[in-house]
Nanobody
Framework: QVQLVESGGGLVQAGGSLRLSCAAS????????MGWYRQAPGKQRELVAT???????NYADSVKGRFTISRANAVNTVYLQMNSLKPEDTAVYYC?????????WGQGTQVTVSS
């Protein structure tokens, strides 16, 4: 089983930056894709960004040009650099890891952007 732990959330003013981190442990050899999702109050959980083992990335249109997903030399650590933050980015951000048979999820970290 894969376990995920997020960190780095907090309160930031509009236009500011935050970096989220996700550390995976356990049976990490089976992970094909890792990514970030977010869920705002009253909204569905939505994809923010993903990265494959080969380094291919995918972003939601709403964050392109502002957010960057990356990983450390060890593929079990993934980051989300968030720049030019907007109030509409306010949400709980969740780390996700995809294997051939199941998805693992972190506990979530709150990001609040003030106007």
């Amino acid at each position: 089983q894969v376990q995920l732990v997020e960190s780095g959330g907090g309160l930031v003013q509009a236009g500011g930056s935050l970096r989220l981190s996700c550390a995976a442990s356990g049976s990490i050899f089976s992970i094909n894709v890792m990514g970030w999702y977010r869920q705002a109050p009253g909204k569905q959980r939505e994809l923010v960004a993903t990265i494959t083992r080969g380094g291919s990335t995918n972003y939601a249109d709403s964050v392109k040009g502002r957010f960057t997903i990356s990983r450390a030399n060890a593929v079990n650590t993934v980051y989300l650099q968030m720049n030019s933050l907007k109030p509409e980015d306010t949400a709980v951000y969740y780390c996700n890891a995809e294997t051939p048979t199941y998805d693992a999820w972190g506990q979530g970290t709150q990001v609040t952007v003030s106007s």
